[in-house]
């Protein structure tokens, strides 16, 4: 978006003719009015605008949740307000005027990022919904085993019988479709599970 017309009509010839899908907004307001966070898309904005500039657009978009990747057009020059929109959540910038191979370069980088991080998210979704079939002590059983305890701490950390223990294991591995420990754990992993304390 940006609110200086022929600039938003030549970025968006120069997109629509390499094979991109471009929708255009004069100023942030809008843009925000008529967001649909569930439509995938990278976004190209300029920071220097009327009404609601840039940084707050970013800020905005943040408090939403919507994280998609988002390229900033900064005026020649304007170096800190660059940096403040790549504080602000955007994965590049570009400065004006600017290069046709440039700004391609920048959105299709946008673009593989957006891939990566649906992709991600498609993981995650598919291992919460095998953990979601596993009885509450065979959770229980998996958390431990991602912390990287053996069959017999874990009978001793949960007042049971180590055989109870290979047992829980064995449904839940079972359950996740894990053919090895390091399968069933890695589906852990994507679900989020024992990665809280890393963060």
């Known amino acids: 978006?940006?609110?200086?017309?022929?600039?938003?009509?030549?970025?968006?010839?120069?997109?629509?003719?390499a094979g991109f899908t471009v929708r255009t907004y004069r100023d942030g307001v809008h843009f925000l009015d008529e967001l649909d966070?569930?439509?995938?898309g990278c976004i190209l904005l300029d920071v220097r605008m009327p009404v609601l500039d840039g940084i707050a657009v970013l800020g905005a978009l943040s408090e939403r949740g919507i994280d998609m990747p988002v390229v900033v057009l900064t005026g020649h020059g304007d170096v800190s307000v660059a940096v403040d929109a790549m504080k602000a959540g955007a994965i590049d910038f570009i400065e004006k005027p600017y290069e046709k191979q440039v700004l391609l370069e920048a959105i299709n980088a946008a673009f593989d990022r957006l891939d990566d991080t649906v992709a991600q998210r498609t993981r995650e979704t598919k291992a919460r919904a095998l953990l979601a079939v596993l009885t509450p002590r065979e959770r229980d059983v998996l958390e431990r085993?991602?912390?990287?305890?053996?069959?017999?701490?874990?009978?001793?950390?949960?007042?049971?019988?180590?055989?109870?223990?290979?047992?829980?294991?064995?449904?839940?591995?079972?359950?996740?479709?894990?053919d090895s420990l390091s399968a069933a754990l890695k589906t852990a992993f994507q679900a989020g599970i024992g990665l809280e304390d890393h963060k």
């Open 37 to 40: 966070p569930a439509q995938a």
């Open 145 to 178: 085993l991602v912390e990287g305890m053996t069959n017999k701490t874990i009978a001793a950390d949960l007042s049971i019988s180590a055989r109870t223990v290979e047992i829980h294991r064995g449904h839940l591995m079972e359950k996740l479709g894990a």
């Open 1 to 17: 978006m940006d609110d200086d017309e022929a600039i938003r009509h030549s970025a968006s010839f120069m997109l629509r003719h």
